[in-house]
């Protein structure tokens, strides 16, 4: 029998195994009919860009979690010329549209299914707690993890060193040879791992340039991956 190791993965939710970028679309059309919002697919265009670009700040500390929930809307609302909404309201009926997306990345299901057997994972993601562990609920994808690491609720989050030394200690990791952690960002999962000494695998389905950050491995698919944490293990 062939000795494998049992590697602890660290796992991105977002555009990682959940497919945040359609979740996001499908949230924001439906946002549209609920409020009598005209421009259904453009509005959710202008949304993405004005939402990933606070992230990005969020990611650098420029504000909180909190000030996008508002700013967004108000930025949004303000391109538009829309006045009668109550931004409130409007946001809070966003994340319950979000919560209950099922929507997956093609291929982490069986991914995930098959790694879980062999090795342990956990989920850390920046974002909102009600919302992450609702859609990992309504995915089917949360029984996969043994845990899941959520920046709200521990007040921290990636890329910062903080943030993942709390994970490692509540999982017990002494020896990080065997820890990866995954994900398609490289703002905030391949810099996480840098700085906290984590080895790092980016999931570029998109194929996003790699620069200044540099990941330890990449996967541009989950037939790669797969190959990849296999090839890991022995
Ligand atoms: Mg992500």
Redesign the pocket.
């Known amino acids: 029998m062939i000795f494998m190791k049992r590697l602890t993965l660290l796992i991105?939710?977002?555009?990682?195994v959940l497919d945040?970028k359609n979740s996001e679309r499908d949230a924001i059309i439906e946002l549209c009919e609920q409020f009598c919002i005209d421009g259904g697919e453009a509005v959710a265009d202008k949304f993405k860009q004005i939402n990933r670009r606070m992230w990005d700040m969020f990611e650098l500390g420029l504000i909180t979690r909190e000030e996008i929930f508002y700013s967004r809307f108000e930025e949004l609302f303000a391109f538009y010329g829309i006045e009668d909404k109550n931004i409130l309201e409007v946001g809070d009926a966003y994340r319950e549209n979000m919560a209950r997306s099922r929507r997956i990345i093609k291929g982490a299901r069986a991914f995930l299914r098959r790694a879980s057997l062999d090795h342990d994972l956990y989920c850390v993601?920046?974002g909102i707690t009600r919302t992450q562990k609702m859609r990992m609920k309504s995915s089917g994808l949360g029984k996969y993890f043994k845990k899941l690491y959520i920046s709200q609720e521990m007040n921290l989050a990636k890329p910062s060193k903080e943030f993942f030394q709390c994970v490692l200690a509540d999982i017990g990791v002494v020896d990080l040879q065997d820890v990866y952690i995954i994900?398609?960002?490289l703002t905030?999962?391949v810099q996480g791992g840098i700085n906290s000494g984590i080895k790092t695998i980016l999931y570029n389905a998109e194929n996003k340039q790699i620069k200044d950050i540099r990941p330890d491995y990449e996967v541009k698919n989950y037939r790669q991956l797969e190959k990849l944490i296999f090839e890991l293990s022995k």
């Open positions: 991105d939710a977002d555009d990682t945040f993601t920046n994900g398609d960002s905030s999962d």
